[in-house]
C-alpha cells in the first residue's frame, strides 16, 4: 500500500513549460504528472533504489540539470545521471545534502546536448527508499512541450547505479529535466559564409564543452612562453622522472616534456639541450636550474591529498594545507614557471579528498592524475567505489582514462589544464593479479584521456614486470618503443585540431566522441564506452560529404545524416574527418 501525503503548493507554476520563442530560449522544466495531482505518493520500502523517466525531445535541447521530487522520507545522499538506450552514463550530478520536501535540482557538470528524438532516462538515487511513487502516472504517453513521455516511462532498479529499466503499475517517479532548446531552427548546423568562402568557416553552431582555453593559457608564464608552451603545435607528452641520460631517446621517441627528472648528478643541460622541457621537482636547486627556459616549471607534489609527498595529517583539511605549503615557496619565487601537481584518489570523491579536490586543484597551474586502470587490481576496486563510476562496468578500459580526465574537470570547472597519466608497461605494482598494459591498451588510454579533453599526457614508465628493464619506454623492446613513437607522432600531428574546444554533440549510443573544428574541417575523434562492434552515428544537421578515415585509407559516405562504422576492441580509435564548405 502506498501512504499518500499532501501535494506541495504551486508545483504547477514550478514545472510550468516556457515556451517563448526565440535563441537562445530560457531554460525550461519538465516533470510530468505533480502539476496536476491532489496527492504525491511515496514508497514504504526503506531499501536503496534508482527512479528514473524515459522520454525524448521533439527538438534539440540542451539538459542543464535533473531534478526529482523530494518528499518527507526521502532522506540520504542523492545522486542523479543522464542514461542513453545502451546504459551508458552521459552525465552526473550531486544533489544538495539538505533535505527539504519538494523539487530538488542540480547542475550536470557539463550540459548535455541531444539531437531531436533521442531516447534518454534521468534517474536520481534514493539510498533510503520512501521514494515519491504515483502509480498509474504513465498509463498514457504524455507530451509536457518539446518533452514526450511514453507509456510506462517511471522506471526503476532496485541495485544503485544500474540504469533502471523496470516498470510496475505505469508509475511515476517524479523524475524531471530543465533544459533549454537551442535556437528556433530544429536541429543545429554547420554555418559558413560563402561572402566569405576563402576564410575561415564559422563553425559548428553547437555549444561548446567547458574548456581551460587551449595553449594561450601558457602566455603567463614568461618560461613557457619561450619555450613555444603557446603554439597551438604543441601538446605536452611527458614521462614522470626521466632519466638524464635517456633525454636525446626519449626526444627521438615524441616525448617533449620531463616531469621531474631524476637528480643523478648530471647538469641540468644534459636534459633541456636535447630539446626537452622540465617540470623540475624541489631536489633541483635554484643554482642548478638557473635562468634554462626549458624548465618551464616546478612540481610541487606528488599524490598529497593521498598523504604522499610528506603531506601527512589525518583529515583532508590538513593535507590541503600542507599542499599550499609545499606550493608557496614555489610561488614565492616568481620566476617565470608554473606549478604542477600530480593527484590520484582524490579525483574519485570518496574517502581522501571529499570536500577539498577542488582546493588542491586550485593550489597548482597545471595538474595531472594517476590511476593504472589496466594493470592494478587494487585501482580498480577504488574505482568502482566511486559514486561517479557507471555500476558493473570494467574499470579495465581505455575508457577509466577519459573518466578519470572528466572527474578532475569537474574539479576546477575544467579551467585548470589537467594530463592523464598512461602506464607504459607494469608500473612498479606488488598486488596480487597486476599486470604489463599491452601497446594497443596504451593507445587507446591515450586517446580516450584527449577526448574527454586531457590537456597533456604523461607516461609511468618505470616498470617491475621482471622481463624487461626499469625504463620501459625504451627498455622493453623495439615494438613498445615504436608503438609509443606512433602514438606520440600521431597525437603531436593532430595538435592544432586538439588544441581547440570540443563542440557538444550526441551522436548515438555506446559511443565516446569529441567533435572539434579547425581549417574549415570537422573532426570527430571517435571510441565506444568500453563495448565493442558496430556503432551508427548521427551527424549534425548540415554535415554532409563524404568522411575521411585518417591514417585508415578508407572512407565512408553517409546516409540520411547517419554512419556506421566498426570498433573490433574497447581501445579502436577512429579518427574521421569531413570538410564543412
Known sequence: MLTPIAAVAALGAIVALVT?????????????????????????????????????????????????????????????????????VLGTVKFPTEHHVGWSSAPLDVPLHVAAGTQLVASYVAPDGHYADNANGFESPVTDGVVTYPRGAGVYSGTVGVMPKLVRHNSNYLV???????????????????AAASGPP????????????????YAKFPKAVA??????????????????????????????????????????????????????????????IGNDPRVVGWHVSDECEMGSSGCDGDTETARLLKQKQLAAPFRDQADGRFLQSNFGNGVLGTYWAPNTMS???????????????????????????????????????????????????????????????????????????ASTIAPAQIEGAVWNAIIHGAAGIAYFQHNN??????????????????????????????????????????????LDTSVKVSDGSA??????????????????????????????????????????????DEYTHHIYTMALN
Open 20 to 88: 517563448a520563442f526565440g535563441s537562445p530560449r530560457p531554460e525550461s522544466t519538465s516533470a510530468v504528472g505533480a502539476a496536476s495531482a491532489t496527492t504525491i505518493a511515496t514508497n514504504p520500502l526503506a531499501k536503496p533504489a534508482e527512479l528514473g523517466v524515459r522520454f525524448s525531445a521533439s527538438v534539440d535541447i540542451t539538459i542543464a540539470a535533473i531534478r526529482f521530487y523530494e518528499g518527507p522520507r526521502n532522506t540520504g545522499s542523492h545522486l542523479g545521471r543522464i542514461w542513453d538506450e545502451s546504459g551508458q
Open 176 to 194: 524531471g529535466i530543465s533544459y533549454t532548446t537551442n535556437s528556433p531552427s530544429p536541429s543545429p548546423s554547420i554555418t559558413h559564409s560563402p
Open 202 to 217: 564559422k563553425g559548428i553552431d553547437l555549444p561548446t564543452t567547458p574548456w581551460w582555453g587551449g595553449p594561450s593559457y
Open 227 to 288: 619555450s613555444g608552451w603557446t603554439s597551438s603545435s604543441f601538446f605536452p607528452i611527458s614521462v614522470f622522472f626521466g632519466k638524464p641520460s635517456d633525454a636525446p631517446a626519449m626526444k627521438a621517441a615524441g616525448i617533449n616534456t620531463y616531469m621531474g627528472a631524476e637528480h643523478d648528478g648530471s647538469p641540468i643541460s644534459t636534459i633541456t639541450s636535447a630539446g626537452i622541457d622540465v617540470i623540475a621537482q624541489d631536489e633541483w636547486t635554484r643554482a642548478e
Open 359 to 433: 582546493q588542491f586543484v586550485g593550489s597548482v597551474d597545471v595538474t595531472s592524475v594517476d590511476k593504472y586502470a589496466y594493470t592494478s587490481p587494487e585501482v580498480d576496486g577504488v574505482i568502482t567505489q566511486s559514486w561517479n563510476w557507471p555500476k558493473g562496468k570494467d574499470p579495465a578500459t581505455s575508457s577509466a582514462y577519459g573518466w578519470l580526465q572528466d572527474r578532475m574537470a569537474s574539479s576546477s570547472g575544467a579551467a585548470t589544464p589537467n594530463w592523464v597519466f598512461v602506464e607504459a608497461a607494469k608500473p612498479f605494482l606488488t598486488e596480487a593479479g
Open 465 to 510: 614486470n621482471g622481463t624487461c628493464g626499469t625504463y620501459s619506454i625504451l627498455q622493453c623492446g623495439a615494438v613498445l618503443t615504436a608503438k609509443i613513437t606512433a602514438i606520440n607522432q600521431q597525437v603531436q600531428s593532430f595538435a592544432p585540431v586538439i588544441n581547440t574546444p570540443s563542440y557538444r554533440w550526441y551522436f548515438g549510443p555506446g
Open 523 to 568: 573532426y570527430i575523434f571517435a571510441m565506444t564506452d568500453g563495448s565493442t562492434g558496430s556503432k551508427t552515428f548521427t551527424l549534425p544537421k548540415g554535415v554532409t560529404g563524404t568522411i575521411r578515415v585518417i591514417g585508415e585509407n578508407r572512407t565512408i559516405t553517409p546516409t540520411n545524416g547517419t554512419f556506421t562504422d566498426t570498433f573490433p
